[in-house]
């Protein structure tokens, strides 16, 4: 086993079974032992000032502990602010990624399908980007754009300071979750797609990801495979089907497309896994390289859960493997 695979393994095993806490930054929930330390002390704004669009009445950040335990952890509703989180890698090697939390566009599950990702990722030297992205039910103006206005700045800002960062700005990479990989591949479809006025010197460069991987994403938000609570947050109730097909990923997927790694379980009962089965169509008629890894358990949700005997709780370790290889 190479040095390399060892210490991605290594960074697994730190967590598996418990938990994750980045000792990093404050916790809001002072007295709760099972809650992590978030927000770190590394972030920034994705906008200066308030973002344009912003409801009259004020958003007030909502941040709550579920499930029960082990597997309790901090989901996040009201994003007045969106930011980008920085985890560094101890020995960064320049590899980064964009990791966005799911919840179906109604709140953030930021510490599962979010900073959970930094202690193995980082163990293999990749610096991790958590992004607390707004959410479009929450009163913003246009709101169908909302989540991709946050994801491409980030990305743009991302390799603005790509320098300071340490980073390679040709090796940053997305990693989206449920409604969080409705986004990402949102991102690798429709990076240049002019969704908001130029704000700074930052909005000239590329939104592209170098790589997308997709965890039981949302990849269309059409009726037959679609899952609903993240259209209805996203569109509104009441959308268009051609509102829905223009902002459904997988009608949009061309020769630009990046690279994608797809990871879904049979048993989801919440975002088919045909969602996954049909982007592997798509990046196949295209022409775009794919990987899919689409395991018989896991259900929906499971982020960096699963316990270890179980076959897919090996994804993140293939996904380190396969991001070497597209550009991570």
Known sequence: MSADRRTFLGGLALF?????????????FAGDPSAPAFPPRERFPLWPGKPSGAPAQPIVPNWTMNNPPPHRELWIRGVPTPEVHVFRAAQP???????????????????????????PFNAGGTTVFVLTYRLPAEGWAKRQFVPLQDAQ?????????????????KRLGVLGFSAGGHLAADVATSFAATVYARVDSADDLSARPA?????????????????????D???GPKAS????????????????????FLVHAFDDDTVPVANSQRWVDACRAAKVPVEAHLFTEGGHGFGFHLAPDMPASRWPELFALWLRKHGG
Not at 241 to 260: F, G, I, K, Y
């Open 153 to 169: 700045r980030a990305m743009r800002l991302i390799r603005s300071r790509a320098t300071s960062l340490a980073v390679d700005p």
């Open 211 to 231: 790589f997308a991987g997709l965890i039981y994403p949302v990849a269309t938000l059409e009726p037959d495979i679609g899952h609903a609570g993240s259209r």
């Open 233 to 235: 947050n996203l569109l």
């Open 93 to 119: 090697d320049g590899s980064a990624l964009l990791v966005i939390p799911g919840g179906s566009y109604e709140f953030l599950s930021v510490q599962n399908e979010g900073m959970d990702a930094a202690r």
């Open 241 to 260: 089907a051609e509102l829905m097909a223009a902002r459904s990923p997988l009608r949009h997927v061309t020769a630009d497309t990046p690279p994608c």
């Open 16 to 28: 598996a079974g418990a938990t994750a806490a980045v000792a990093q930054g404050q916790t809001p």
